[in-house]
T-cell receptor
Framework: GAVVSQHPSWVICKSGTSVKIECRSL??????MFWYRQFPKQSLMLMAT?????????EQGVEKDKFLINHASLTLSTLTVTSAHPEDSSFYIC?????????????FGPGTRLTVL | GQNIDQPTEMTATEGAIVQINCTYQ??????LFWYQQHAGEAPTFLSY??LDGLEEKGRFSSFLSRSKGYSYLLLKELQMKDSASYLC???????????WGAGTKLIIKP
């Protein structure tokens, strides 16, 4: 149980284009999902908290107009990197909060590696 | 402020036992988590402690002392595939977001 998928696994795009990343909880419902970014050999950095049916909460320094988050259902959240630039190249990882069975645990998707040329 | 400390790097021998420590100072406490992250991959959940004591799960065990703000992850019968970063994270009572440690890179030698 508690499987989270992400799509695509990797993507290469041209500078100025937009990229959408999907995060799905496959066997549980997640009212809350999180989006992280991780640069090589660095720690996870929380970008935003995505709540089903409401606006995402962004961390300080993360541009909400650049990183659009939509959490339209209990099993799907999307992150769209708009007008991507080379400095946006990173490893983007989502996690979903599973509160079933008395636990409160975040399970991670496999991540999406974005390269902007 | 909120702070989580864990060693940057540790080295151990295949077949041995290693203990990775984590100390935390947070505004509240609603659980401590350990994750494993292999290079180039996303973290995978290992354990969750909310009460004091030891939680055992196969070769991995996790211990928590809330009064000391301390936890450790114990890995037994080390295998080469255990080479990874181990992340300690705390959920403060007031917020379901996780506060993350920087991770401990564990190197296993034959």
């Amino acid at each position: 149980g508690a499987v989270v998928s992400q799509h695509p696994s990797w993507v290469i795009c041209k500078s100025g284009t937009s990229v959408k990343i999907e995060c799905r909880s496959l066997d549980f419902q997640a009212t809350t999902m999180f989006w992280y970014r991780q640069f090589p050999k660095q720690s996870l950095m929380l970008m935003a908290t995505s709540n089903e049916g409401s606006k995402a909460t962004y961390e300080q320094g993360v541009e909400k107009d650049k990183f659009l988050i939509n959490h339209a259902s209990l099993t799907l959240s999307t992150l769209t990197v708009t007008s991507a630039h080379p400095e946006d190249s990173s490893f983007y990882i989502c996690s979903a909060r599973d509160m079933a069975g008395g636990t409160d645990t975040q399970y991670f998707g496999p991540g999406t590696r974005l390269t902007v040329l | 402020g909120q702070n989580i400390d864990q060693p940057t790097e540790m080295t151990a021998t295949e077949g041995a036992i290693v203990q990775i420590n984590c100390t935390y100072q947070t505004s509240g406490f609603n659980g401590l988590f350990w994750y494993q992250q292999h290079a180039g991959e996303a973290p995978t959940f290992l354990s969750y402690n909310v009460l004091d004591g030891l939680e055992e799960k196969g070769r991995f065990s996790s211990f928590l002392s809330r009064s000391k703000g301390y936890s450790y992850l114990l890995l037994k019968e080390l295998q080469m595939k255990d080479s990874a970063s181990y992340l300690c994270a705390v959920m403060p009572a007031s917020n379901y977001q996780l506060i993350w440690g920087a991770g401990t890179k564990l190197i296993i030698k034959p």
